[in-house]
DNA sequence: TTGTACGCGTTATCAA
DNA sequence: TTGATAACGCGTACAA
């Protein structure tokens, strides 16, 4: 239905040849023809064939976003920037939710070898990677990790430090005169959260502080589960004078555990959260938290990528972004 | 680099054709040379290349979802079951972020154009839709709409009923005996939002209920616009004695103005929320709140476009679905 | 400047 | 059951 090369090429009277040139703005091709070429090609509004393209070019501009899901993680924003660079590029992004099932994601992955997708960019998720070093091992290395740590293989990694993170949340209550730091966590068989763990004890070592075990809380991540840290924590021998909570939702409950005791905030208890999220920011009082690079998280795994599929040259280093520290309310000194 | 037909069919001596015939399970191929295609192509790992599958077939299994952003809406449980339903039936998702920038909508839809996707589905964004109707009329008409009107022509629509959403809230807490009830809306620019404001009228006109003004408040959305509805609201000669809050962030706001005047939900005032989003659900209380069938819509959206794709015919039919209302302790009666 | 001819990898038709 | 051959729509080297 829709008109093709050749169409064009018989109805202005030359070779498919001469329109392809043409349409593609490449020389050899008069002035005259070219113009005559275009405007056809605007008036029935001629489109070209990018599987047509793509099979003759071998390339697809197409990536694969590979993550373990949408509503559960904070991705959005990685996402939305990963897209942006790509568009920009000439690329499209095609969604690949594995909900963390490692089949899945080696499904995914055939994307690269059936050459539907000239690139992928695996987001976060399990740590067995077998299926990625083998497909690599295959000849299809143009694969970024984010926020994923491939132990086997060196592969373009952009990986955000949330050790630091911690360092840094840790060492703000620390610098303010705090001394009994609570720490609250998720599973700590997450990396992330096992991460966040290292940078706390950093922190407190810098400061001579002795670790100890009582103020630290691992729950389940939930906002009951902040809720009932509170509860716990104010009940052991040296209670905490601050918090550091490792996750949005986490907060939520504690904050309102402080809240629901009569205690204020910062004046009993200051508290520093992590992430950027909307429930953060929708806290009272407003939280000093930890931030971490998103946008520019997305943007970097964008455009390694496609500098790898470009040059073809697979430029293997580990890129570690630093999050920062965003001070409110929760730990001003009043 | 990587294997073809070609390849495979020298290897074992016989044709492409065969080849093809073989690893594809179709007749016409004796068990025997079939046993040694397959055997071949599983152990050199043969991926057949979709691109060339895709010009022959003309077909490319891979649809488009145009959202005008990830962060802002609420659209995650949609992409995410519209990416289930695809996957199961073997379509592959283009993520296209039209940042409601209509020259974006517009050249994404040339995707469809190019043969590079098999359908579309377009969620919300904003009204205009000429181009969608161009590009239907030149015969792509593989398009379905999310939660978005398209006037001039009948296009296969899911729509999810907001007005309704609101009759159920109003009714809900004329049920319960309240006659002043507050209304505290987005911008009645917005579609949907002046949709719930007719929900609310329907609810008080079936009740006998004089619309009173006064107790409309129309916001910027945010969490501070929630907080100073409240304010203003008390102060008018018939204060509200409930509230219907058309959205997450305003409710965050109000319920944190009622309890900062020393009130209490639901004793001093009922609320109800609109959304099933995360910030709904740790407001405490848990609020009574409208929810609607994203997961449903989002399923719904892919069965309808790939059904359209094939069957090719145009099932023109728009699918209104009716959001329900969670009741929960914010209208509780004590 | 233009046209011819072939390749990209697969499917499908028609003979053999 | 097989194989040759022609599409599918485009890019490109080479020749004219």
Redesign the pocket.
Known sequence: M??????I?EMV??????V??A??G?????????KEILKIARDYN????K???G????ETHILALLLPGLSEGNYSKIIENIEIIAEKAGYQVILCNTHNDLEKEKSYLNLLEE?RVDGAIILGGEIADQHIVNTKLRGYDNIVLVNRLCEEILIPTILIDSKYGAYLATKHLLDLGYENIALITGNSDDYIESEKLKGYQTALNEYGIEFNDNLVHETNGSRQAGYNSFLNLVDVDTPPDSFFVTSDLLSVGLVEAIKMGGYFIPQDYAVVSYGDTIINSIISPDLTRVVEPLNYAGEMAAEVLINLINNDKAEEEINVLKPKLLKSESTKII
Chains 1, 2 share one sequence.
């Open positions: 829709p008109l093709t090369l050749k169409d090429a009277g030359v070779a498919e040849s001469t392809s040139r349409i593609n490449k020389s050899g091709v008069s002035e005259e023809t070219r001629f489109k070209p064939n599987l047509a393209q099979l003759a070019k071998q050459k």
